[in-house]
């Protein structure tokens, strides 16, 4: 019996010890005082350097774990500036930012300081430029892709620096607003508000998987399953092996309470 009190003691004592190590976490805000003028964030991303960069409604920040500094282009035109609303930022392989705003999409290469557009007199990089870009990211062979709000999605050819659209290829029952697009090996996904369009590597639709209550919010990819954020549904998964969306009861018995954005 006293052996028994005596591990009794030492795992009690031993548990105190394990919540003692565990992290404590907490939020920091940041604001104007720290030279973060605008409270609209949109988008962030972090280069190889350890840089935090943010798209927010007045342009480009860079965060160095202390304050925040402001970039301006000098690439902007009148009516192509990524001072209006900064939807999208990304960092690619080669620490390049991507910078798509509601009326242009820029480059900028932190290394050189030196800010760059495509050239918006081919036709279908004009046509970007116009779509409202939301999102932009790359796949795992390092192809861009760039969704829209107003014109689904474009694929970029580094042979000469344009864009590809997928525009032709949607159905006309089709949201022109494509939320993300995932490459799944053998196939190209469109996540939308109504549902995930299936596309071969030759640009044609497979299918359509269609979610009723039409209330998809955001995806997440983890290289099989597309994990969706919903208005109503809670989250639900989309498995591409096996082509069908499921559902995990347990969680969305709450979930489903709420409105899911990301």
């Known amino acids: 019996m006293q052996i028994k009190f005596i591990i009794f003691i030492i795992f009690w004592l031993s ?4 919540i003692s190590q565990l992290p404590n976490y907490r939020f920091i805000n940041y604001s104007a005082k720290d030279g973060l003028a605008n409270k609209y964030i949109y988008s962030l991303t972090q280069d190889k ?42 960092c690619d392989s080669n620490n390049i930012l991507w910078l798509g705003a509601f009326n242009t999409l820029q480059w900028y290469d932190p290394s050189k300081n030196i800010f ?18 939301s999102n932009i990211s790359a796949d795992r062979n390092g192809t861009k892709w760039i969704g829209t709000f107003k014109d689904y999605f474009f694929q970029f050819n580094k042979n000469d620096s344009s864009f590809i659209s997928y525009r032709d290829i949607f159905p006309t029952s089709a949201s022109k607003t494509t939320l993300r697009i995932y ?20 640009h044609k639709l497979l299918n359509f998987f269609s979610f009723d209550a039409k209330s998809i919010t955001n995806a997440f990819f983890d290289g ?39």
Not at 15 to 18: A, D, H, I
Not at 233 to 260: C, M, Q
């Open 49 to 90: 350097k350890g840089y935090m960069w943010f798209g927010t409604g007045s342009g480009l920040y860079r965060f160095d774990g202390h304050s925040f500094k402001i970039f301006r282009s000098n690439a902007d035109k009148p009516g192509r500036t990524i001072s209006n609303i900064l939807q999208s930022v990304f």
């Open 183 to 202: 490459d799944a090996g053998i196939s190209l996904f469109a996540v939308h508000n109504e549902g995930l369009y299936e596309f071969s590597s030759t």
């Open 15 to 18: 548990s105190f010890e394990s």
């Open 224 to 262: 099989e399953i597309i994990y969706l954020t919903t208005s109503g549904d809670g989250v639900v998964l989309f498995n591409t092996k096996k082509r069908k969306f499921e559902l995990d009861a347990s969680v969305n018995g709450y979930l489903k309470n709420n409105n899911l954005f990301c």
């Open 116 to 133: 760059w557009s495509p050239d918006f007199s081919k036709k279908r990089n004009k046509e970007l430029a116009n779509a409202y870009i």
